[in-house]
T-cell receptor
Framework: DVKVTQSSRYLVKRTGEKVFLECVQDMDHENMFWYRQDPGLGLRLIYFSYDVKMKEKGDIPEGYSVSREKKERFSLILESASTNQTSMYLC?????????????FGNGTRLTVT | KQEVTQIPAALSVPEGENLVLNCSFTDSAIYNLQWFRQDPGKGLTSLLLIQSSQREQTSGRLNASLDKSSGRSTLYIAASQPGDSATYLCAVMGGGATNKLIFGTGTLLAVQP
C-alpha cells in the first residue's frame, strides 16, 4: 500500500512565524500535491510538483512556497504565518501523467495560527 | 472554470439500504473523475477512479458511473453498513489542466444501525 506521511498531525504557531509542513511518500510517485481544506470551501490546491525541483502554482498559492529536493519529499512553507492560514493541510501523491492513477492522501496536518 | 457540486450535503439512511450519491460538473472536458471517502479528522481514501473513456467502475459494494455529456456521476453503495458513515467527495481532473483535481464539497453520509 502507498503510504503518504505528514510529519505533524497538529501544529500551533504564532502570527509571523515561518512554518514548514513536511510530506513523504514511499512509492516513488512523480506527482505530489498540497491542498488545504476549509469548511464550506472544500479542498483547494495550493501547489503541486510533477518532478524533483519542479513546482506549479495551484489555485491559492499566495502566502505559500514549496520545496522538492528529493522525489519522495514535498515541503510546504508558510513564509509568515497569518491567522487566515489556519486550516487542515493535506498532502497527496500519484504516479504518471494525465490522471493515470488515483491520488493517495496523507492524514493531514491541522494548523492553528494564533 | 470547472465547478463540482454534490447534492445532498448530508444524508442519513438506515442500515441495509441501497443509496446513491450524486456529483455534477460544469465542464465535460475531463480526464477522469475520482470518488474519495474521508473519515472525521483524517485524510482522503481513494475509492474509485473512472477514466473519461469509461462509463463505470465497481469495487465491492461500490459502483460509480460517469456520464460526461450530461456532466454527472453517481456513487452507488449497496447494502449500506454503519462503517460506511463518512464524507464522500468527488473530484474531476480537467482537460488542459493535467494532474489538477477540482473537488466537490462532499456528502456527509450517516448509516444508522
Amino acid at each position: 500500500d502507498v503510504k503518504v506521511t505528514q510529519s505533524s498531525r497538529y501544529l500551533v504557531k504564532r502570527t509571523g512565524e515561518k512554518v514548514f509542513l513536511e510530506c513523504v511518500q514511499d512509492m516513488d510517485h512523480e506527482n505530489m500535491f498540497w491542498y488545504r481544506q476549509d469548511p464550506g470551501l472544500g479542498l483547494r490546491l495550493i501547489y503541486f510538483s510533477y518532478d524533483v525541483k519542479m513546482k506549479e502554482k495551484g489555485d491559492i498559492p499566495e502566502g505559500y512556497s514549496v520545496s522538492r529536493e528529493k522525489k519522495e519529499r514535498f515541503s510546504l512553507i508558510l513564509e509568515s504565518a497569518s491567522t487566515n492560514q489556519t486550516s487542515m493541510y493535506l498532502c497527496a501523491s500519484s504516479f504518471g501523467s494525465t490522471g493515470q492513477s488515483p491520488l493517495h492522501f496523507g492524514n493531514g496536518t491541522r494548523l492553528t495560527v494564533t | 472554470k470547472q465547478e463540482v457540486t454534490q447534492i445532498p450535503a448530508a444524508l442519513s439512511v438506515p442500515e441495509g439500504e441501497n443509496l446513491v450519491l450524486n456529483c455534477s460538473f460544469t465542464d465535460s472536458a475531463i480526464y477522469n473523475l475520482q470518488w474519495f471517502r474521508q473519515d472525521p479528522g483524517k485524510g482522503l481514501t481513494s475509492l474509485l477512479l473512472i477514466q473519461s473513456s469509461q462509463r463505470e467502475q465497481t469495487s465491492g459494494r461500490l459502483n460509480a458511473s460517469l456520464d460526461k455529456s450530461s456532466g454527472r456521476s453517481t456513487l452507488y453503495i449497496a447494502a449500506s453498513q454503519p462503517g460506511d458513515s463518512a464524507t464522500y467527495l468527488c473530484a474531476v481532473m480537467g482537460g488542459g489542466a493535467t494532474n489538477k483535481l477540482i473537488f466537490g464539497t462532499g456528502t456527509l453520509l450517516a448509516v444508522q444501525p
